[in-house]
């Protein structure tokens, strides 16, 4: 167990459908990040939040938003789904968010598209 | 946006030191270099990360070059548990982004 912990683990939706993917950091730390990872492309950077605010933002599709909470914890939220969005997403937290420190990452949701 | 380049594929028999190149030649100054593997269906584990010197640690240790344009991660003994993909990525602290590379596959034989 890293600390990082995501749900769900697995998912299966129709293409146009939303989803919720959670994640809550390991204790202590400030900053999330999430990931993609699909087969063909290996791991994207979509987002990142650091103590509530958003502070980077990578490849991120239109459709997907996300947000950090008052308890630190994460949602990344997809909507409008294709079947090209069936990866493999994971959540990555850190302590200051500035490379200093390593990141902790979650074992990911496996969002299947269908 | 700096960019890390990997080989594809590296071999190492049990035992022997490994040593996983990375080049970085377009790096900023405030660029952290950090590595994690990654075993299958797991997500990536740190590994080890610096900024300008040397680092060790219980895992691994980090070489990295004068200028900064390269680094290795070294293995000391490798064993079978230590196949996974290895990530060589730079932390772009000005834009707080994350580059990562496509990775060096580590098989190890026994």
């Known amino acids: 167990d890293s600390g990082v912990t995501q749900t769900p683990k697995h998912l299966i939706t129709a293409t146009g459908q939303r989803v919720t993917l959670r994640c809550s950091p390991r204790?202590?730390?400030?900053?999330v990040y999430w990931y993609q990872q699909s087969l063909d492309q290996g791991l994207q950077f979509l987002i990142q939040?650091?103590?509530?605010?958003?502070?980077a933002k990578g490849n991120i599709l239109e459709r997907f938003s996300a947000q950090q909470f008052p308890d630190l914890h994460s949602e990344l939220n997809l909507s409008s789904l294709e079947l090209g969005d069936s990866a493999l997403y994971f959540c990555?937290?850190?302590?200051?968010?500035?490379?200093?420190?390593?990141?902790?990452f979650g074992s990911g949701t496996r969002l299947t598209v269908v | 946006d700096a960019k890390t380049t990997q080989p594809n594929s590296m071999e190492s028999n049990e035992e022997e030191p490994v040593h996983l190149p990375c080049n970085h030649s377009?790096?900023?100054?405030?660029?952290?270099i950090h590595w994690y593997r990654q075993l299958p269906s797991q997500g990536p584990e740190y590994v080890i990360h610096?900024?300008?010197s040397n680092v060790n640690n219980r895992m691994a240790s980090l070489a990295i070059a004068e200028d900064r344009k390269s680094s290795t991660l070294i293995l000391h003994r490798a064993t079978l548990r230590d196949a996974a993909v290895y990530y060589c990525?730079?932390?772009?602290?000005?834009?707080?982004?994350?580059?990562f590379g496509a990775g060096t596959r580590l098989f190890v034989k026994a």
């Open positions: 610096g900024l300008t």
């Open positions: 990555a937290s850190s302590v200051s968010g500035t490379g200093d420190y390593g990141y902790t």
């Open positions: 204790s202590g730390d400030l900053s």
């Open positions: 939040y650091y103590n509530g605010e958003e502070r």
């Open positions: 377009t790096i900023s100054g405030t660029d952290y």
């Open positions: 990525i730079l932390f772009n602290t000005g834009g707080f982004k994350t580059i």
